[in-house]
């Protein structure tokens, strides 16, 4: 199959992703639980393919993300607490896999220090305040299992730090797909805790809905245009 049907066919499937996405909302919307989930879960596989149609190279480590991505999306679908504790887990494999990925593109001789130490600090410093604000709820809510909350925040402000060194260190075409698709995660995982120990309504799970959506389909097509 030549490369013109593949991207006709990868633009096919970009379109099927926006219209589950949008009927993700809908049901929302509409309060439809149950029809709701039969589009959540099937967003990650129809983006494995768009990643496959679209681009030439893939990777190995992209297709183990969307794998544990989309687990833990089937498991957070319903949000008890049961099926969050065991869900956080395998988000935080499917960022580790983005992050193992994305490092070996930087060249550490050609980044600055000071600004890395800038960086760093800034995001760090911005989760650990996201954790101490929320520390009341997560405790509760956690309890023994708080340390997943904390590797789950960690892993997603060293993603945004990743992504961003790589536009200094060893500019390349897709990473500004990186920069962003990672910081709208980083919402959308603040979005999701809020949902879950905050306030859980209509409006807030439509951001968190559509900035994970938004999120990761930036990602792999940062990805796709890096590798």
């Given at each position: 199959?030549?490369?013109?049907?593949?991207g006709?066919?990868?633009?096919?499937i970009?379109?099927?992703?926006?219209?589950?996405?949008?009927?993700n909302?809908?049901m929302i919307?509409q309060?439809k639980?149950?029809?709701?989930?039969?589009f959540?879960?099937?967003l990650?596989?129809?983006?494995?393919?768009?990643?496959?149609?679209?681009?030439?190279?893939?990777?190995?480590?992209?297709y183990l993300?969307?794998f544990s991505f989309w687990?833990?999306?089937?498991?957070c679908?319903?949000?008890?607490?049961?099926?969050i504790?065991i869900?956080?887990?395998?988000?935080?494999?499917?960022?580790?896999?983005?992050?193992?990925?994305?490092?070996?593109?930087?060249?550490?001789?050609?980044?600055n220090y000071?600004?890395?130490?800038v960086?760093?600090?800034l995001?760090?410093?911005?989760v650990?305040?996201e954790?101490i604000?929320?520390?009341?709820?997560?405790?509760?809510?956690?309890?023994?299992?708080?340390?997943y909350?904390?590797?789950?925040?960690?892993?997603?402000?060293?993603l945004?730090?990743?992504?961003?060194?790589?536009?200094?260190s060893?500019?390349?075409?897709?990473v500004?797909?990186?920069?962003?698709?990672s910081n709208?995660?980083?919402?959308?995982?603040?979005?999701?805790?809020?949902?879950?120990?905050?306030?859980?309504?209509?409006?807030?799970?439509?951001?968190?809905?559509?900035?994970?959506?938004?999120?990761?389909l930036?990602?792999i097509?940062?990805?796709?245009?890096?590798?």
């Amino acid at each position: 199959m030549n490369k013109e049907v593949l991207g006709i066919f990868s633009y096919i499937i970009l379109l099927i992703y926006t219209l589950f996405t949008i009927g993700n909302l809908y049901m929302i919307l509409q309060k439809k639980d149950t029809e709701r989930s039969f589009f959540n879960v099937l967003l990650m596989p129809i983006l494995a393919l768009f990643y496959f149609l679209k681009f030439k190279n893939h990777n190995i480590l992209i297709y183990l993300s969307i794998f544990s991505f989309w687990i833990g999306d089937i498991l957070c679908t319903k949000r008890n607490k049961k099926n969050i504790i065991i869900g956080l887990p395998l988000f935080i494999i499917g960022i580790a896999l983005y992050i193992v990925k994305l490092a070996t593109f930087i060249k550490i001789s050609e980044l600055n220090y000071l600004l890395t130490i800038v960086i760093m600090l800034l995001y760090f410093g911005l989760v650990f305040f996201e954790i101490i604000i929320s520390y009341e709820y997560a405790i509760e809510y956690f309890k023994g299992d708080i340390i997943y909350l904390y590797i789950f925040a960690f892993v997603n402000a060293t993603l945004c730090i990743i992504a961003i060194l790589n536009a200094f260190s060893n500019y390349r075409s897709g990473v500004w797909y990186l920069i962003f698709g990672s910081n709208l995660f980083l919402l959308s995982s603040s979005l999701f805790l809020f949902v879950v120990f905050i306030k859980n309504n209509r409006f807030f799970n439509l951001c968190l809905t559509l900035t994970y959506a938004i999120a990761k389909l930036l990602l792999i097509i940062g990805f796709g245009l890096l590798i």
